[in-house]
């Protein structure tokens, strides 16, 4: 049971270059979501998915864009990457209950130079 | 906005002592609240999740509780070990289910 898995795990890019993170699930979740953990800023959320075809922004969603095209995955883009994207960026899914635990990617450690 | 608190930041005790971790947070209409475990360089696994309508959950040596009415919720590690040590990170659920709002967690070191 893989549960949450994210694509690649490190990457480096120069500023103004464009990538996509993907995350997968096998879990039947669904709710997705996209989280960036900085050094003294804790976790915040990027963008969410609540099902397939449906997306919506989270706290910081500038310079990001998402799609949810199946179910099982969930795309994070970056257009023009910028070094203040440097982070570590964590994908979750979860059941849509207050009493479902959201699970967690082992996290994808970008670098913008 | 909901914000949530981690106190205190970093935390070093020895071996077999028991402890408790702090969360507080400011809006009670909450879904849920998770607390995780972090290790350096790694993704986050889930410990204890508390229903918004629950007081407390235990798994093994932990036991969280949750007081929606004055914001809080601790986490109650017994017999610490040396394989307790990293970053334990609280998460409140929005009222929608569709976020999970972070502490900035705390970082605990179990000397043997």
């Known amino acids: 049971n893989a549960g949450v898995t994210q694509t690649p795990k490190f990457r480096v890019l120069k500023t103004g270059q464009s990538m996509t993170l993907l995350c997968a699930q096998d879990m039947n979740h669904e709710y997705m979501y996209w989280y960036r953990q900085d050094p003294g800023m804790g976790l915040r959320l990027i963008h969410y998915?609540?099902?397939?075809?449906?997306?919506a922004k989270g706290e910081v969603p500038d310079g990001y864009n998402v799609s949810r095209l199946k179910k099982q995955n969930f795309l994070l883009g970056l257009e023009s990457a910028a070094p203040s994207q440097t982070s570590v960026y964590f994908c979750a899914s979860s059941y849509p209950s207050g009493a479902a635990e959201a699970f967690f990617g082992q996290g994808t450690r970008l670098t913008v130079v | 906005k909901q914000e949530v608190t981690q106190i205190p930041a970093a935390l070093s005790v020895p071996e077999g002592e028991n402890l408790v971790l702090n969360c507080s947070f400011t809006d009670s209409a909450i879904y849920n609240l998770q607390w995780f475990r972090q290790d350096p360089g790694k993704g986050l696994t889930s410990l204890l999740l508390i229903q918004s309508s629950q007081r407390e959950q235990t798994s093994g040596r932990l036991n969280a509780s949750l007081d929606k009415s004055s914001g809080r919720s601790t986490l109650y590690i017994a017999a610490s070990q040396p394989g307790d040590s990293a970053t334990y990170l609280c998460a409140v659920g929005n009222q929608a289910g569709t976020a999970l709002i972070f502490g900035k967690g705390t970082t605990l070191s179990v000397s043997s």
């Open positions: 998915s609540v099902g397939e075809g449906t997306t």
